[in-house]
């Protein structure tokens, strides 16, 4: 009873409150349900879909393969097309993959810096060891931190989110719509999703796989508009997508040809 009604007041009250100081004020909470949808701006993820995943894992499941241990984000974004959460990805980095499975699905980006040797890592550079991390026992992963390059890790991330912050309207605050709104044909390494926002369709496209693939894709009575990839904002539309890449084709739709009534 607490949680179904009294906490659920709590933060709308608290949120009032704050919003009467700073209208730009937000509260951000970890996990999310439809109760507390009216109070709380942004989530920290931590519920099923937006958990860290993997490119071999997605792929996989891309093409009718062993789905494993496969988190489903298209149920948890298809529920909720307009909520804006982070990934959870606990680690001072981002890899690559994680970093195009954000933009895929219109999630945020996190850089999570828990411990010590996080911190040592993001502002001196210094590679941490398991020993470093004494007895805590949810440890980052140690040897993704050890494995991957640390400037081009971090260089690939900050392209990502300048690219998702310039095509805001549709990879932010536009409506995830998962596989409807267009056709794909193409390779199946390749994973597409639409995001609408008014007249604006956006194609987000991500090869999961390692070798160059084929793609195209159309959207019903509308017009194609323009290709980009991070780094590049006038990319090929359908010329092969490299491996672990990805590129965002926009469309305008026309207006409806039925009078209105």
Same mark, same amino acid.
């Not at 310039?166 to 995830?176: I, N, Q, W, Y």
């Not at 390779?187 to 194609?203: C, I, P, Q, S």
């Given at each position: 009873?607490?949680y179904e009604?009294?906490?659920?007041?709590?933060?709308r009250?608290? @949120?009032d409150?704050?919003k009467k100081?700073?209208p730009?004020f937000?509260i951000?909470?970890?996990?999310?349900?439809?109760?507390?949808l009216d109070?709380?701006t942004?989530?920290? =993820?931590?519920v099923?879909?937006?958990?860290?995943n993997s490119?071999?894992?997605i792929a996989?499941?891309?093409?009718g393969?062993?789905?494993g241990d496969?988190l489903?984000p298209?149920?948890?974004?298809?529920?909720?097309?307009d909520?804006?959460?982070?990934?959870r990805f $606990?680690?001072p980095?981002?890899d690559?993959?994680?970093?195009?499975y954000?933009l895929?699905y219109?999630l945020?980006?996190?850089?999570? @810096?828990r411990y010590m040797?996080?911190r040592?890592?993001?502002?001196e550079?210094?590679?941490?060891?398991?020993?470093d991390?004494?007895l805590?026992?949810?440890?980052?992963?140690?040897d993704l931190?050890?494995?991957? $390059?640390?400037e081009?890790?971090?260089?690939y991330?900050? @392209? !990502?989110?300048?690219?998702?912050?310039k095509?805001?309207d549709?990879?932010m605050? =536009?409506?995830?719509?998962?596989?409807e709104?267009?056709?794909?044909?193409?390779?199946k390494?390749v994973?597409?999703?639409?995001f609408?926002n =008014?007249?604006?369709?956006?194609?987000?496209l #991500?090869?999961?796989g390692g070798? $160059?693939?084929?793609?195209?894709?159309?959207?019903p009575n509308?017009?194609?508009?323009? !290709?980009?990839e991070? =780094?590049?904002e006038?990319?090929e539309?359908?010329?092969?997508?490299?491996p672990?890449?990805?590129?965002?084709?926009v #469309?305008?739709?026309? !207006?409806s040809?039925? $009078?209105s009534k």
């Amino acid at each position: 009873m607490s949680y179904e009604a009294d906490r659920k007041e709590l933060l709308r009250q608290i @949120s009032d409150e704050m919003k009467k100081i700073n209208p730009d004020f937000i509260i951000m909470t970890e996990g999310f349900h439809d109760a507390i949808l009216d109070s709380i701006t942004c989530f920290h =993820g931590c519920v099923h879909g937006v958990f860290q995943n993997s490119a071999p894992n997605i792929a996989q499941r891309l093409t009718g393969g062993v789905q494993g241990d496969s988190l489903y984000p298209e149920m948890m974004r298809y529920v909720y097309p307009d909520v804006e959460s982070t990934i959870r990805f $606990p680690s001072p980095l981002v890899d690559r993959p994680m970093a195009n499975y954000t933009l895929a699905y219109g999630l945020r980006y996190e850089i999570e @810096s828990r411990y010590m040797p996080d911190r040592d890592y993001l502002l001196e550079g210094r590679v941490p060891s398991v020993e470093d991390y004494g007895l805590v026992l949810s440890k980052p992963s140690v040897d993704l931190v050890r494995t991957l $390059p640390r400037e081009k890790t971090a260089a690939y991330a900050r @392209s !990502a989110t300048e690219f998702q912050k310039k095509h805001a309207d549709l990879l932010m605050t =536009g409506r995830f719509t998962d596989t409807e709104g267009f056709t794909f044909s193409g390779d199946k390494a390749v994973l597409a999703k639409g995001f609408e926002n =008014g007249t604006r369709f956006g194609v987000l496209l #991500w090869n999961t796989g390692g070798m $160059p693939a084929a793609v195209n894709a159309k959207v019903p009575n509308a017009d194609f508009v323009s !290709a980009a990839e991070p =780094g590049n904002e006038n990319a090929e539309a359908f010329c092969e997508l490299a491996p672990q890449s990805v590129r965002l084709l926009v #469309w305008r739709k026309r !207006a409806s040809l039925t $009078p209105s009534k």
